[in-house]
């Protein structure tokens, strides 16, 4: 199997090389803060789940994710957000990032099939969800930066 996107010690992957490529709907760039001075850019496929109903949908009832792959949540406008597990069969990492793309809350390995609510915060307008573990793995803390066309006002804007 070939993946490519994701740099996780111990496996052979080129975020970071990945990320440095031009934006594409299908996926997403994060770069960490400028002031953690390490970690590298990572890239994941996305699908996007920006109406109520695949929203709502969103990862529900799927037994795996690829290891470089997740799901772009986009709201119409910046909200008080929160996510939950129901229906949900694998564990997952969930990044709300602002209006400008900015990682404001990582939660991490979120617990299949538990329905209490995963808080992000106030003015969500983005939310990213990935296999469990890996926001840990790859460096994806608050103040890293999503890059995708559909952020229009990112503070890492595509080119």
């Not at 229906?87 to 400008?100: C, E, K, R, S, Y």
């Not at 990582?106 to 969500?124: C, F, K, L, R, W």
Request: hydrophobic share 45%.
């Amino acid at each position: 199997m070939i993946l490519s996107g994701l740099a996780v010690p111990g496996l052979p992957f080129a975020g970071a090389a990945q990320a440095a490529q031009s934006c594409s709907l299908s996926r997403i760039d994060l770069r960490p803060p400028a002031k953690a001075g390490q970690g590298e850019r990572q890239s994941f496929s996305v699908e996007i789940a920006d109406t109520a109903a695949s929203r709502a949908q969103g990862l529900m009832y799927r037994e795996s994710l690829a290891p470089d792959a997740g799901m772009l949540f986009i709201y119409e406008t910046p909200r008080r957000a929160a996510f939950w597990m129901k229906n949900t069969l694998i564990p997952l990492d969930i990044i709300f990032a602002d209006a400008q793309g900015r990682v404001m809350v990582v939660h991490e390995n979120a617990v299949p099939g538990d329905e209490t609510p995963i808080p992000g915060g106030d003015n969500v307008l983005y939310v990213l969800e990935i296999n469990g573990g890996l926001a840990k793995k790859t460096g994806i803390v608050p103040g890293s930066e999503m890059r995708h066309p559909l952020i229009s006002a990112g503070a890492w804007p595509c080119r």
